[in-house]
């Protein structure tokens, strides 16, 4: 049978076996691709050697399972950030050190926690942010 790849507009022999004209990485597929894949398949299947329907439950069984895949990701992700944001709070008033964003090395007594797109960072009174996974000591905050 020949198709169409996603992403490309030269057509593809595939024969019995699947094969595939760009790497995993460099395509983001989701549920709605497979199923688009799919039914391309069966209105391009010879009708004289059509789709077995045990193939065709296996790989809705496959698109299932990464749909429960992807949505567990999610889940653990957020459960991630709240279990970092739990133990960033814990540090508000407490002195701390580590390396900044730069690799400079910055302390100060925690002021606020802020979630951002890349993690949980802390606010130091003095105005520097501090990565929470970056922070290599804690005290008690001395007395001003």
């Known amino acids: 049978m020949t198709t169409t790849a996603v992403g490309s507009s030269s057509p593809t022999s595939t024969g019995n076996s699947t094969s595939s004209t760009a ?6 597929l989701n ?3 497979f199923m688009q894949m799919m039914i ?3 209105q391009n299947q010879d009708p004289l050697n059509p789709t077995n329907s045990d ?3 296996s790989e809705m069984s496959q698109i299932g399972q990464m749909q429960s895949t992807s949505e567990l990701q999610t889940t653990l992700q957020g459960l991630a950030t709240q279990t970092q944001i739990g133990a960033a709070s814990s540090l508000m008033g407490k002195q701390v050190a580590g390396l900044d964003a730069n690799s400079n090395p910055v302390s100060g007594l925690v002021s606020s926690v802020a979630v951002t797109s890349s993690g949980v960072n802390l606010q130091l009174q003095n105005g520097s942010q501090l990565a929470l996974s970056n922070v ?3 005290s008690a905050a001395t007395g001003s």
């Open 23 to 28: 790497s995993s990485s460099s395509l983001n």
């Open 31 to 33: 549920a709605s691709n």
């Open 40 to 42: 391309t398949q069966l």
């Open 55 to 57: 193939n065709l439950m």
């Open 136 to 138: 290599s000591t804690i």
